[in-house]
């Protein structure tokens, strides 16, 4: 019911910026955390950028300074400013939520989005 649809990957060179956007669609009641994670061939899938069920931002080490997240509750949707990009930061970028789906639930479950990719040449 619920669906996480990333937009505004593409091939930038090092140095440009790009930013990412996620929508949360259907079935929701409350979105408890929402953010960002990459993976790179033959990488692990990590953590990119997040706010967490408090409202606090969390960052990867390597994009900070770099990266910021950004939320529009009205809309459902979170934001990845990336600045400064490096060919390093090239991967798929997944959105990712915490969602209550109905009224008086107290736990969430988790829900992906398919991806973006992000491409940074040299």
């Known amino acids: 019911q619920v669906q996480l649809i990333e937009s505004g990957g593409g091939l930038v060179q090092a140095g440009g910026s790009l930013r990412l956007s996620c929508t949360a669609s259907g079935s929701i009641f409350n979105i408890n955390a929402m953010g960002w994670y990459r993976q790179a061939p033959g990488k692990r899938r990590e953590l990119v950028a997040r706010f967490s069920s408090g409202g606090s931002t969390d960052y990867a080490d390597s994009v900070k300074g770099r990266f910021t997240i950004s939320r529009d509750n009205a809309k459902n949707t979170v934001y990845l400013q990336m600045n400064s990009l490096k060919p390093e930061d090239t991967a798929v970028y997944y959105c990712?939520?915490?969602?209550?789906?109905?009224?008086?639930?107290?736990?969430?479950?988790?829900?992906w989005g398919k991806g973006t990719l992000v491409t940074v040449s040299s």
């Open positions: 990712n939520a915490d969602i209550i789906t109905l009224p008086g639930g107290y736990y969430g479950m988790n829900y």
